[in-house]
């Protein structure tokens, strides 16, 4: 079935001479990497085909290549849309989707919106970038040495660093093929993803002293503007500082608020390492995975009853535990 489903997105990427490849606001390494490399795989499988990669670019993940600027008003005849790592049409970044003749989504976050008929959306996969990579190696779209580098470091980042349980014996055999036939030097890569400012050492420094941690296992922190000037770093810090505080013991889901001064939100990223939580970021108009989960908010005072809720998650995974003891 998903065989099929992969043949049938290569005919569309065939079929098409305009097509833009975007993804999620705010983008991690995912995002970027799978959009980019799919970008690059299919300029040079088709080089006269006209093929962008649009969104706000993230100067710490410069590295993965630059983006695009397209007026997509401006496309003559039929355009496709590739939507990677992004589960909803409203968290698209770089275009307006209603534009484009076709648009479908490659995506491994739980699906809330239909895109076209050539949604692919694997739950299982550790990341976008680890079903890129299955795109290509069940296709004929070519790849090179860059484009593989920058796909291992998305599926590494996703993964955090093969830890997460999203990780798979498929993304095991899916990275494995993808370094023989390519023979790109991981080791020397992973530098790009965990190098850090002093800066950043001693911000991070400071989220774990800052830390507030219930009874039942919750750690949350409110990190403000003022802070993130105080320490010098860039708002998207935070978001790409979260995983490294899973191996509090006794922590079962922390979360992280900072306050989008750009868009006048407040940014709520969750993890877990037992606890569901994703239910709960639903319930404030969020979503993600069982495990890694986020929520946009205009209204601050709906905080506390969102770290309530979480809390409670904390408990009754608590609780279950107990029980199996």
Known sequence: MINL???KIFRKIKQYDTIVIARHTSP???AIASQISLRDSIRLTFPKKKVYAVGAG??????FGGLDKVDE???EGDSLLIAT????KNRIDGVDPSVFTEIFKIDHHPSDEVFGECDWVDETSSSACQMIIELLLKTPLKYDRKIAENLFLGVVSDSDRFLLSYTTPETFALISKLI?????????LYPYLYDRSIDEVRFHGYIGENLTVTENGLAYIEITADIIKKYNVDAATPSNMINDFSIIKDVYAWVFITFDEKNELYKINIRSKGPVINDTAAKYGGGGHKMASGIRLKDKEMIPDIIKDLDLDCLKYKESLE???
């Open 5 to 7: 489903l992969i043949k």
């Open 28 to 30: 991690d390494p995912d």
């Open 58 to 63: 993230v100067a710490k993940f410069k590295y």
């Open 73 to 75: 008003t401006t496309f």
């Open 85 to 88: 790592d992004v589960p909803n």
């Open 180 to 188: 023989d036939k390519t023979g790109i030097d991981f080791v020397s």
């Open 323 to 325: 029980k199996d003891v």
